[in-house]
């Protein structure tokens, strides 16, 4: 009986992986520019560490988490994020007794919430995101921000908003937090489960609910704003106003809280304009007691994590389906007997040697099939090797983009290859412009 992949995961092959690598590559770049370096933390961590922080009125905790006891009886989780982990490496290895804050780390891998699988939502999903932890600038919010718009920027993914809100401080969040008690109270009996639950835990949990009727009394809430202390009104026009001199425009939304507890203060999400058909690309915001609840010191962060499926997503609707970085073998030889597949496995072995990516037949075809075969490779050129070649000692080299077909003294072929391999790309080059 064949097994079927765990529901909520996916394979990703061939070129849908290149696609993925090319945008784990944009990603990693752009984060080594902003000066982040490399994180890689365990896919398990104790379940405790996500309760804290995460937090328990979080939808992840509540309801996604995968959560088991190992063979010593310790209750482990698969991360669901990956800023828990990042916290939790920076006290257990003493990161952050440096002197040298703020700690910059970007991180890319799985992650794991059993959520109901639907478009850009799955079970096991891949995140890109950076954490910065040890400064209170305003500047190092925008920094974030500014580092996830050049993401999608790279990517070609323009048509984007910023939304964007403050949580405000410890002050503000009180005052506001009794303020939506009041007020929901007096509907609360016409709202979901879910709400209720909220109102008791985290009313502003409320905020995030995605029932349309729920959503009608949400609109009629009180708003953050009209809450924020003077410290965190001016630290948030600060964002928006550097933002805009960084060319970033921003949506103010007031009932942006997003979904994770550890936040206060500037929370931002990138959603697409036109549709919103897979939720957001990528969010984060500022958390000013997370390292402390985790054990460590009084140090605040600011991160944003992407979905690379959503990524993923948006980058081939906005390129048509286009793969990036297909990237094809150099040369795909081709051979009709059993002699002439020999003699091209001993010119494979030669070619490869010397740097260059090589395909060949190990099974007799005809040569129509072979071409066939080499084009969905995307292989750059077909090298023939038939009677007449392998009696001159020679190559027929064809060059499947513009067609052309050459004759190749087989001793010269790394001289020549190099050449005819650059003609090949400053010909693709001139074609894209
Ligand atoms: P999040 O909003 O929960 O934030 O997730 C970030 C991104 O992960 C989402 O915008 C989405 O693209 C992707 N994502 C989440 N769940 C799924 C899913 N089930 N399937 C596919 N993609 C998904 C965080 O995780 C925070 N750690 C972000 C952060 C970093 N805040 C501060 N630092």
Same mark, same amino acid.
């Given at each position: ?24 590559? !944009? ?42 006891? !190992? ?158 202390? !003077? ?21 103010? #939304? ?43 010191? !009084? ?111 087989? #001793? #010269? ?21």
């Amino acid at each position: 009986m064949a097994i079927n992949p765990v529901k909520g995961t996916h394979d990703i092959i061939a070129d849908e992986a290149n696609t993925y690598s090319g945008i784990e590559y !944009d990603c990693r770049i752009l984060a080594e520019l902003f000066g982040y370096s490399e994180i890689r933390t365990p896919i398990i961590e104790h379940t405790p560490l996500f309760l804290r922080s995460v937090g328990e009125s979080s939808d992840i905790v509540t309801k996604e988490m995968y959560t088991f006891d !190992d063979k010593g009886g310790r209750s482990l989780t698969l991360r669901p994020e990956m800023t828990a982990g990042v916290m939790r490496s920076v006290v257990s290895n003493k990161l952050y007794a440096t002197n040298d804050l703020p700690l910059k780390y970007f991180y890319i891998g799985p992650c794991f919430r059993y959520e109901r699988p639907q478009a850009g939502r799955y079970r096991q999903f891949h995140q890109f995101g950076v954490e910065a932890i040890g400064s209170t600038s305003y500047l190092q919010d925008v920094e974030v921000i500014t580092l996830g718009k050049r993401v999608l920027d790279s990517l070609g993914i323009d048509k984007v908003k910023v939304l964007i809100n403050s949580l405000g401080d410890e002050e503000s969040r009180e005052n506001y937090r009794a303020a939506l008690k009041e007020y929901f109270s007096k509907h609360i009996d016409c709202m979901c489960e879910d709400c209720k639950r909220r109102l008791e835990v985290n009313p502003l949990r409320i905020l995030d609910c995605k029932v349309p009727e729920d959503r009608k009394i949400i609109e009629g809430a009180p708003k953050i704003h009209d809450y924020l202390s !003077d410290v965190a009104r001016g630290h948030f026009d600060n964002v928006v106003d550097m933002l805009k001199k960084v060319g970033i425009d921003v949506e103010i #939304d007031d009932t942006l809280v997003r979904g994770l507890d550890y936040y206060t203060g500037i929370v931002f999400e990138y959603h697409m304009n036109d549709s919103d058909d897979v939720g957001a690309i990528g969010g984060g915001g500022h958390y000013k007691n997370l390292l402390k609840e985790v054990g460590g010191p !009084d140090l605040e962060g600011v991160g944003l994590s992407f979905g690379i499926e959503r990524l993923y997503y948006v980058y081939n609707k906005v390129n048509a389906g286009e793969e990036m970085f297909v990237n094809g073998p150099d040369f795909y030889l081709m051979g009709m007997d059993a002699h002439a597949i020999e003699l091209n496995f001993t010119l494979a072995n030669i070619l490869r040697m010397n740097g260059y990516a090589v395909e060949m037949n190990y099974e007799n075809k005809s040569f129509k099939s072979l071409f066939k075969i080499a084009e969905h490779k995307h292989s750059k050129f077909a090298i023939i090797v038939g009677e007449d070649e392998i009696r001159n000692g020679t190559l027929t080299v064809k060059n499947l983009n513009t067609q052309e077909q050459t004759t190749v003294k087989t #001793d #010269d072929m790394l001289l020549v290859f190099k050449s005819m391999l650059e003609d090949y790309m400053r010909d693709l080059r001139k074609e894209a412009k």
